[in-house]
């Protein structure tokens, strides 16, 4: 399976990170969600962007669900 490419984000002036994957708008993040995309965005910048868009379920859902971020 391919690494995850495509993704671009752009952060505004106000805080606002907008994610784009393929010039489409995929996400827009605001407030603490951006600062915490923003901590996280440089450890593996595409497979970070499509997990917080959500683009990322394709067989790995166990993994995904382990993550501290999803559990309840």
Do not use: C
């Not at 827009?28 to 951006?34: I, M, P, S, V």
């Amino acid at each position: 399976m391919p690494a995850p490419a495509g993704f671009r984000y752009d952060q505004r002036a106000d805080g606002t990170v907008v994610i784009t994957h393929h010039g489409r708008v995929a996400s827009t993040l605001r407030g603490g969600r951006a600062a915490e995309f923003l901590a996280e965005v440089d450890d593996d910048p595409q497979l970070v962007m499509a997990r917080w868009t959500g683009n990322y379920r394709r067989g790995n859902e166990r993994t995904a669900k382990r993550h501290p971020r999803n559990r309840a």
